[in-house]
């Protein structure tokens, strides 16, 4: 039986972040479709917008026009019940509370590497 | 040419980027995503990072300037500069952005001045100090970069 493609949505505003997750996303075996979207508004359009559901979303905190926090609120509240791992620098406990609370269903610091994308990866059974 | 002399001065060069602080793991796991299909994505990632971080500091520089004691704005300007050095393992130019931050939270005008010079000093070294290694590298051959220092 053919393995399911993996489908991510990669919100990041930062151009070398994106290239760095994209590459480590491949090495962990999740990239056979990585979509870009540089901040939370464009993210919300994306998931709104997606021909088929996004199996992982990662949503970076600080991003210009719509932060993380907002856009993991505004995806939740479309009913969306992709599982949405946030990410950020910050791993203060008022971070990862405020993603939890806006509905993300875990968190990761930054930098992101191919072996915590495979720990991701593997516990929302997408590996 | 000797190509073996060349590999182990660039892996000495690298032992010395880590040994000196200048780079972490970080800069090992971006190594490990270089493979047949991206054999020079590591250089990429560094070229865009130099690209990115001067358009980032340009940006600092210009906040000072324009938006005095605005460390809200600063701040969140040097997160994202903080952010791009953690991609590629920069570690001392890192330190310097977390202590531009310190200063930003103490409201330290001065501090933050202080620490924006040596960020830039850290940057223009490691710029220089990478070139140096990516051309050992290119004239090394394909094997240049297999090795992972031992620390």
């Given amino acids: 039986m053919a393995r399911k493609m993996i489908r991510v949505l990669l919100v990041e505003d930062e151009e070398i972040n994106r290239v760095v997750a994209r590459a480590a996303l491949k ?3 999740g990239g056979d479709v990585v979509d870009e979207a540089e901040n939370g508004e464009v993210a919300v ?20 026009v719509m932060d993380g926090h907002e856009a993991t609120r505004r995806i939740r509240g479309m009913g969306v019940t992709t599982p949405i791992v946030a990410v950020s620098s910050d791993g203060l406990p008022a971070d990862v509370d405020a993603f939890i609370t806006a509905g993300a269903d ?11 994308l495979g720990v991701i990866l593997a516990k929302f059974r997408l590996a | ?9 660039a892996a000495s060069m690298k032992k010395s980027l880590f040994d000196q602080g200048y780079l972490d793991e970080q ?10 299909a991206s054999p020079n994505f590591v250089e990429e990632v ?11 500091m340009s940006n600092i520089e210009q906040a000072l300037e324009k938006y005095p004691r605005d460390f809200n ?11 791009s ?9 890192k330190n310097e952005c977390m202590s531009f931050r310190d200063s930003c939270g103490q409201g330290n005008v001065e501090g933050c001045m202080r620490s924006f010079q040596k960020v830039k000093r850290e940057h223009a070294v490691l710029r220089q100090k990478l070139e140096s290694y990516f051309q050992l590298l290119r004239q090394a051959g394909p094997a240049g970069a297999a090795t992972r220092p031992v620390m």
């Fill in chain 1, 45 to 64: 359009q994306r998931v709104r917008d997606a021909a088929a559901p996004y199996d992982l979303v990662l949503m970076d905190k600080q991003m210009p």
């Fill in chain 1, 27 to 29: 090495a962990a075996g």
């Fill in chain 2, 46 to 56: 560094v070229t865009l990072f130099f690209k990115d971080s001067g358009r980032l």
């Fill in chain 2, 1 to 9: 040419m000797d190509y073996s002399n060349l590999r182990r001065q």
């Fill in chain 2, 27 to 36: 800069f090992c796991q971006v190594e490990d995503l270089q493979d047949e």
């Fill in chain 1, 106 to 116: 875990d968190f990761t610091s930054k930098p992101l590497s191919k072996e915590k």
């Fill in chain 2, 85 to 93: 050095c953690s991609s590629i393992g920069a570690s001392r130019m």
């Fill in chain 2, 73 to 83: 704005r600063w701040d969140t300007y040097m997160q994202q500069l903080k952010g």
